[in-house]
């Protein structure tokens, strides 16, 4: 392959503008000519560029609104032709083709189309068919051509020309080839991911996966383990598009456990305060309260031990009296919908503490993919976005759950579905005062969770641990009653769970005789 190649002609055809009139000037000031359609050439024109149209190199006219400009031989011949093949120069010369040297286009905003709601036909239009075959084949073509399709690669370019005497080198066209079959794959994994869901086909034949690189990380779980972070342009908010305002970069386990925290605080709207904290993707404590300190210091007492070093999720606009808590113990991440000036002053001194704000809270209820690799593949799964209210309770027991019982049982019942499978939470008075996660059995993580109230118990003082007088949540059915019996023990009076087991009756009847009062929902929320 040739290394260094002269670039005398460039075909440029962009929707997004951005430094587009700079770009061409710095090309136009090392004589190089600019050949463009339609909108681009007119805004080049008016900054006073001299641009060739490439109706005038094709011979044709733009047509059908657009839609038929560059599919010629003309175009894609200067494009693909092999500039060292003797075959391919005698085509060029017999048919007037002229040799293009860059290509710079990005495409149709489809996916802005569909991210603003954009009806149908509306989405059809906006599927660029010109652009991506230009671009595969100026990038199949990189022995000659260079290829660009992200505003942000028009310096690279400039600073490649004034490096190699106005040519480009084999190694800079290889790596725009690259990140130009990317671009045109994510192109259409979006179009083919929206069809999908146009047409109601919930396991097309073939699915597609894209991102864009928005962080390349130090490493990932582990220290030896490369590590990436992409964004899928759903603009979901989170941690994938909140503003840091200051501490050291999110590392892999960061951005993993921060979203588990903010999906999980979301479960609770913004009407009231409500805290999470989070310690490898499970809650270590999670609360309402009537402040947002409040809400925070009720959830900090869930446990103690396990929030130092946690990360912190909150529903509202973080405050100064709220900071001031946090700042008592050390806190990886805080994420919220924003933070007042106060509260970001007082963690300004907290130089390690990253401060997330994201402008919303996501919607529980959306309807979201999910996917997770397995060898060989991928497990493809709508987002859990289950929810129960109290008319999808069903009461199982002699006793009725009173009505602090049923707001505990449903806060509970959120929480469950984001904590690790076989999951038990205790709720007290809109408050977790206990926590089992991601044990093999449903009686030792209820055990567990018992175990963590009486620790925490005898670091505060207290004379019996919270889980007296508490509910008790279970993310799928109890197989057996044991589980049930242990959570009674530990002074729970009420019980929510799926049912369904084949010994739901001798569930029910465990419960009956202790004095509970349990409630089915008909619903788990089984997270691995």
């Known amino acids: 392959m040739t290394n260094l190649v002269p670039l005398r002609r460039a075909l440029i055809s962009v929707s997004d503008k951005t430094g587009l009139i700079d770009f061409a000037r710095a090309l136009a000031a090392q004589e190089v000519e600019l050949l463009s359609t339609g909108g681009t050439a007119k805004a080049l024109r008016d900054a006073g560029l001299a641009v060739r149209d490439v109706a005038e190199v094709t011979g044709f006219p733009e047509m059908m609104d657009g839609r038929v ?27 007037g083709i002229e040799p293009i040297d860059l ?15 954009g009806d149908y036909a509306d989405c059809i239009e906006n599927i660029d068919i010109g652009g991506p075959a230009m671009i595969r084949a100026a990038a199949k073509n990189h022995a000659f051509v260079a290829t660009i399709v992200d505003v942000q690669d028009y310096d690279a370019v400039l600073a490649e020309l004034a490096a190699n005497d106005g040519r480009t080198s084999l190694a800079f066209r290889q790596r725009q080839a690259q990140i130009a079959y990317a671009r045109t794959a994510a192109y259409d994994a979006a179009v083919s991911t929206w069809m999908a869901g146009a047409i109601d086909q919930e396991t097309p034949r073939r699915r597609a996966f894209a991102g864009m690189l928005a962080q390349t990380l130090r490493y990932g779980e582990n220290p030896h383990q490369q590590a990436a972070f992409y964004l899928d342009g759903s603009n979901r908010p989170g941690v994938a598009t909140a503003k840091q305002w200051q501490g050291k970069e999110l590392s892999y386990n960061n951005i993993n ?17 409500a805290c999470a904290i989070i310690k490898h993707a499970n809650p270590c404590g999670v609360a ?25 999720a909150l529903n509202q606009v973080l405050d100064g009296a709220t900071a001031e808590e946090i700042c008592k113990i050390f806190t990886e991440v805080v994420i919220a919908p924003d933070a007042d000036e106060n509260a970001r002053a007082i963690f300004a001194a907290k130089k390690n503490l990253r401060l997330l704000t994201t402008g919303a809270l996501p919607d529980p209820k959306a309807a979201i993919t999910t996917y997770r690799q397995v060898a060989g593949g991928f497990l493809v799964q709508g987002k859990d976005n289950g929810a129960i209210t109290r008319a999808d309770l069903k009461v199982v027991t002699e006793r009725q759950p009173t009505e602090q019982e049923l707001q505990d049982l449903l806060f509970a019942w959120k929480v469950a579905k984001h904590v690790k499978s076989n999951a038990i939470i205790y709720v007290k008075d809109g408050a977790t005062v206990g926590v089992g996660a991601g044990q093999m059995s449903r009686v030792d993580s209820t055990r567990i969770a018992a175990q963590k109230a009486r620790d925490m118990a005898e670091v505060m003082g207290l004379p019996a641990p919270l889980t007296k007088g508490s509910v008790v949540a279970s993310d799928a059915f109890f197989p057996f009653a044991d589980g049930l019996i242990t959570a009674a023990e530990a002074g729970a009076t009420a019980i929510i769970q799926p049912g369904g087991s084949m010994r739901d009756q001798e569930v029910i009847d465990a419960a009956n005789e202790r004095g509970l009062a349990m409630v089915f929902t008909g619903m788990r929320h089984f997270r691995h």
């Open 288 to 312: 309402t309260g009537a402040t947002l300190t409040e809400a925070y210091t009720r959830a900090f007492d869930c446990d103690r031990t396990s929030a130092f070093g946690g990360i912190i």
């Open 257 to 273: 456990d921060t979203d588990a925290a903010f999906e999980l605080v979301a479960e609770f709207g913004a009407d009231a305060p």
């Open 69 to 95: 400009k560059t599919l010629h031989p003309n175009v894609h011949g200067g494009l693909l032709a092999l500039r060292d093949n003797d075959e391919h120069l005698v085509a060029m010369a017999a048919h």
């Open 103 to 117: 290509l710079v286009v990005n495409l149709y905003p489809f996916e802005q189309t569909v991210a603003r709601g």
